[in-house]
């Protein structure tokens, strides 16, 4: 086959715009755009299919990529000819399409020099490829070449009207896009003093205000602010109000909407008609001017980061939303890790509106069974397959005091995700298809991925929930993230206020032990010493110079305690408890023992575990025989042996060894029933009598040598 491509993921309209120039010089061939599709590149292929019916998907391109490839040609490329990271090694001919401008430049002027014609809906494409690449000719990179094929399309018949036409249909999104949902009003009634709460709790910054009749008025969080120092908390708060906020039609694009606030004293534009759909603040209007086209067709990404079958799994559910008049979207973690090009795990979805709902249609309609939170608007769908997805309601979230759980009430897609942490984790990818890849990133957690930085959306969020503070260490260390100087601020801010006092031990015991778990856990916990959170954990480790060493050791440590056992039980998180407890004073850790609340074991490492671990180092160090050291070791969890290992004490060593790869799987040759039957009976006597049988096995002795070590102990001779 021939085959186009362009050489760079996400080349958009000027990419594709290229893919048709190609064609026009050289002939048919196969078509490739690689990576995600903008908005943009989706509409133009949706009204000119036709002109690209050979333009094929990635799927498509990888598969395509092992055949043997007449003629290849490579737009923007360099050398080697490389598509989307699979090499080409079959091509007969490479021809490279390269420039310093617009992609599409070099090919109009080469149609140019061969003495091609095109029609004009073709030059009106390589038209709109240039002014796309080119950003209207404004660019720094923009070339003398660029304006002359651009005055190539206008003799052609291309239309500028329509370039900018179609440009400004992909850069402006309508008013129900940009709105938020649901609608949150205040009654005419309510006092200045309510309005305020309202505003804070539901973390907007403003509402509209209504009666029997309809919307009536809107108030701001700064007016409500200025009524309150001006002693008005009691008033009304429509006293206040600059009148009723103007009102857009769903399908107004964005420029309508701008004229609308500009016209109106208030900070609000409700979308709907009798009754409000969604409503827009200034600060979203003008978010969303900055961030037009950006979204994205991210199913490439999708392909990469998820197993087939969680694919298709997430398809069945978001066609059965968008039948029921519902949105679907992936959110917050998953959508991070699918941008960064990570394995996605958990599938975590959010719908704006009901959740249990759309949980309940997916077990009859889909199979498998669901398990509901009615409480939390929360449900988990397991498949007939075994799969488990998370359904949430969006909602908003306030905290009537530090440290505090959060009241949750049904909130819309951008309240849901304010309510989250990080900006990196309040991203929600749409599933819906007739939507599907659009990205919703309204404080801009790609640009901070990009960055690889963490940055919290809002002031007191440190203080709202504390383990915030360690889940950042957490994602820090997994990512090779920095806190945003801003972020690092708060956070510094929150621990002079004594931020963590409320955090009840149970909660940052879960979130210290998640820490514990993760591959790069020294550096987790060498950034909870750099930000002064150790001492949240307990004042003795605030001086405690040596943690991070031992965690590290500890770490290497449950490495090889994993090889020598085998046991697939223990993870590093349990072992890491008692590199922490070693910082701690006995006495402390018991007033403390909460911290550790989980699985037994967890409990007794986090107590008892630094002195267990001394006593059974000195005990083996002593201990001549394998007996005497199998009787020490028998008696530790698998999380001290693992201590024991990261003593570094050699004999130790040796034992723990010995231990996991032989004295923990020899057993006595000799059983109660023999020993019975030479006149032993039952009673402590046998306990015993066995157990030397055992010790005998431990220092090599065979059955003969067990029976008699038995025999002994029982005084038979």
């Known amino acids: 086959m021939d085959l186009a491509s362009t050489a760079r993921l996400s080349a958009g309209l000027g990419g594709l715009a290229a893919l048709l120039g190609v064609e026009r010089l050289e002939g048919p061939r196969v078509l490739a755009l690689p990576g995600p599709r903008s908005a943009a590149v989706r509409r133009l292929l949706d009204a000119h299919a036709v002109l690209f019916a050979r333009l094929i998907g990635d799927d498509e391109l990888a598969r395509r990529a092992m055949e043997p490839i007449g003629r290849l040609t490579l737009i923007g490329a360099g050398d080697p000819p490389d598509v989307v990271g699979l090499h080409l090694p079959y091509a007969d001919e490479v021809i490279r399409v390269d420039g310093a401008g617009a992609l599409a430049t070099p090919l109009i002027l080469a149609l140019e020099r061969e003495g091609r014609t095109v029609l004009p809906v073709e030059a009106g494409i390589l038209l709109l490829g ?107 708060v429509l006293g206040v109000s600059v009148g009723p906020p103007p009102v857009v039609a769903p399908d107004a694009p964005l420029a309508d909407v701008r004229r609308a606030l500009a016209a109106s004293a208030g900070r609000l534009v409700l979308v709907g008609d009798a009754e409000p ?167 801009g957690g790609r640009a901070d991925l990009a960055a690889g930085r963490l940055r919290v959306l809002h002031g007191l969020s440190f203080h709202d929930d504390p383990t915030r503070a360690f889940r950042a260490a957490r994602f820090a260390g997994r990512f090779g993230f920095d806190l945003e100087p801003g972020t690092r601020s708060l956070l510094a801010a929150a621990i002079r206020a004594g931020f963590t006092a409320h955090l009840g031990p149970e909660r940052l015991g879960a979130e210290l032990h998640r820490l514990f778990a993760e591959p790069e856990v020294v550096r987790c916990v060498a950034l909870l010493r750099g930000w002064g959170l150790l001492a949240a954990i307990h004042p003795a480790l605030d001086g405690d110079h040596g943690l991070v060493d031992r965690v590290a050791r500890h770490r290497d440590a449950w490495g090889r305690y994993e090889v020598l056992s085998g046991d697939a039980a223990t993870t590093a998180a349990d072992a890491l408890w008692l590199a922490l407890a070693a910082g701690v004073p006995d006495a402390a850790r018991r007033a403390q023992e909460r911290l550790a609340a989980g699985p037994r074991g967890r409990m007794r490492t986090w107590i008892e575990g630094p002195e267990r671990v001394a006593e059974a180092v000195a005990g083996l160090a002593a201990a001549a025989a394998p007996h005497a050291r199998a009787f020490i070791l028998e008696r530790l969890t698998p999380a001290e042996i693992v201590g024991v290992i990261a003593s570094g004490d050699p004999a130790a060593d040796g034992a723990v060894t010995w231990w996991l790869e032989r004295g923990r799987h020899l057993r006595a040759e000799v059983g109660g029933d023999e020993l019975m039957a030479l006149g032993a009976t039952p009673g402590p006597g046998l306990g015993v009598a066995l157990r030397r049988a055992q010790e005998a096995a431990w220092d090599g002795a065979d059955r003969e040598g067990q029976l008699a070590a038995a025999r002994a102990s029982l005084g038979l001779g």
């Open 130 to 236: 240039v002014h796309a690449d080119t950003r209207g000719f404004s660019s720094d990179g923009v070339t003398a070449d660029d304006h002359a094929a651009a005055s190539l399309c206008l003799a052609w018949g291309a239309s500028l009207a329509w370039v900018r036409a179609t440009l400004d249909l992909a850069a402006a999104p309508t008013a129900a896009e940009i709105a938020t949902t649901p609608v949150y009003a205040l009654g005419a009634d309510d006092t200045v003093a309510s309005a305020s709460a309202s505003l804070h709790r539901l973390r907007v910054n403003a509402m509209p205000i209504r009666d029997e009749a309809g919307v009536v008025g809107q108030i701001s969080r700064r007016e409500v602010d200025d009524a309150l120092r001006h002693g008005l908390g009691d008033a009304p």
């Open 277 to 443: 759909r969604g409503v827009i603040t200034r600060s979203a209007a003008f978010r969303a001017g900055e961030q037009a086209g950006a979204s994205e067709d991210t199913r490439f990404l999708l392909g990469r980061s998820l197993d087939p079958a969680d694919l298709a799994l997430l398809d069945a559910l978001a066609a059965l939303a968008e039948r029921r008049g519902a949105r679907l979207f992936l959110v917050g973690g998953p959508v991070r890790d699918l941008l960064l090009g990570r394995p996605v795990v958990d599938l975590d979805c959010m719908v704006p509106g009901d959740a249990i709902a759309l949980g309940e249609a997916a077990a009859a309609a889909l199979g498998g069974h669901l398990h509901a939170h009615p409480a939390f608007a929360t449900c988990t769908w397991t498949s007939a397959s075994g799969r488990k997805v998370d359904l949430t309601s969006a909602r908003t979230e306030s905290y009537a005091a530090r440290a505090a759980l959060p009241t949750v009430v049904a909130g819309g897609l951008r309240h849901d995700l304010l309510r989250r942490d990080f900006s990196v984790n309040a991203m929600a990818l749409e599933l819906t298809p007739s939507r599907a890849g659009d990205l919703h990133d309204p404080f």
